[in-house]
Antibody
Framework: QVQLQESGPGLVKPSETLSLTCTVS????????WNWIRQPPGKGLEWIGH???????NYNPSLKSRVTISVDTSKNQFSLKLSSVTAADTAVYYC??????????????????WGQGTLVTVSS | SYELTQPPSVSVSPGQTASITCSGD??????ACWYQQKPGQSPVLVIY???KRPSGIPERFSGSNSGNTATLTISGTQAIDEAVYYC?????????FGGGTKLTVL
């Protein structure tokens, strides 16, 4: 059974870069889409982006200019970098495996399972 | 950008049927899925591709999607079903979530 675990600093200063890693266990990262999703305290979910094991990426247009997602298949890990953070980026960050509907994912993508999440606070 | 709208809250008595709606432009032309999130926990997928249940999800959870509205239905609602439920769809290569619906079982 695949499990995902986020890791990284819980506190980041404004204007700096948030960096998180998701470690995948119980299965290979060499398939599926690998996603980052965040949830500000007391609010809803926001998809950040995903990466395919081959390295191809897709980002939320609202964050695209600040986001980089990368993959390390040798370590079964994928990572998130979010630059120029502000207090608005304070959130629980989740990693999740993504499944595609159809051959090219055009019909839909859903997320299962999710990691336990890690709270990242942006503050000086 | 594409938007999904959910009612902020729904209440149901134990044993009754709860229906949670999710509205979006021509949502019926896309696949909808649903997640359950309990306090302090990660979201859990309960319905995907409009009406399919992942392994381990009770049969009382069902889904439908037509026109502009997707619906999550919980039959014989139990106290353990009290949670926030999020719908999600895929539009222009972007995942979009609804704002979430707090289901109260009372």
């Amino acid at each position: 059974q695949v499990q995902l675990q986020e890791s990284g600093p819980g506190l980041v200063k404004p204007s700096e870069t948030l960096s998180l890693t998701c470690t995948v266990s119980g299965g290979s990262i060499s398939s599926y889409l690998w996603n980052w999703i965040r949830q500000p305290p007391g609010k809803g979910l926001e998809w950040i982006g995903h990466i395919y094991y081959s390295g191809s990426t897709n980002y939320n247009p609202s964050l695209k200019s600040r986001v980089t997602i990368s993959v390390d298949t040798s370590k079964n890990q994928f990572s998130l970098k979010l630059s120029s953070v502000t207090a608005a980026d304070t959130a629980v960050y989740y990693c999740a495996r993504g499944y595609c509907s159809g051959d090219s994912c055009g019909a839909g993508v859903w997320f299962d399972p999710w990691g336990q999440g890690t709270l990242v606070t942006v503050s000086s | 950008s594409y938007e999904l709208t959910q009612p902020p809250s729904v209440s149901v008595s134990p044993g009754q049927t709860a229906s949670i709606t999710c509205s979006g432009d021509k949502l019926g032309n896309k696949y909808a899925c649903w997640y359950q999130q309990k306090p302090g926990q990660s979201p859990v997928l309960v319905i995907y591709e409009d009406r399919k249940r992942p392994s381990g999800i009770p049969e009382r959870f069902s889904g439908s999607n037509s026109g502009n509205t997707a619906t999550l239905t919980i039959s014989g609602t139990q106290a353990i079903d009290e949670a926030v439920y999020y719908c999600q769809a895929w539009d222009s290569s972007t995942a979009v979530f609804g704002g979430g619906t707090k289901l109260t079982v009372l």
